[in-house]
């Protein structure tokens, strides 16, 4: 069952957690360290400062990403294991639910409970969704 509204959140002081880049499974700085300033379109409101990729940094995220996906446990994982990953995920998601839609509102500008009802609930969904069809799909 998805998390019903928490009595007592306060989604007013949530702040992102993490603002680097995400390469090869590590929370990095761009490779100039040139940072960007997001805002909360509703109020105008700075979110936080988050780092801007450069070419070099997408390329290295690629290349990692084809090097994962070559030589990474994925592709050797049977699809019975895939799918317990991606149920792990919908669970971790849902897990953070009322984080995750506090900070889907706040930089989309949208209210608390359509980004819980709607943007979050979906991904949960969704996640579960694919992760059952993980061992039905063949050829």
Do not use: C
């Amino acid at each position: 069952m998805l998390s019903k509204v928490t009595r007592g959140f306060s989604h007013a002081n949530i702040k992102p957690r993490a603002t680097q880049l995400l390469i090869n499974g590590k929370f990095v700085n761009s490779s100039t360290g040139k940072t960007f300033d997001t805002f909360n379109p509703a109020t105008e409101e700075k979110i936080a400062s988050v780092q801007e990729a450069t070419v070099e940094d997408v390329n290295k995220a690629v290349k990692a990403a084809r090097n994962a996906f070559d030589n990474g446990p994925w592709r050797r994982m049977g699809a019975a294991e895939r799918g317990r990953l991606m149920y792990k995920l919908a669970d971790l998601v849902e897990k953070n639910f009322d984080e995750i839609a506090a900070l889907e509102a706040l930089d989309n500008g949208k209210p608390f409970g359509f980004a819980k009802a709607a943007d979050i609930n979906l991904v949960v969904r969704t996640l579960r969704y694919y992760a059952g069809w993980a061992d039905k799909i063949h050829g």
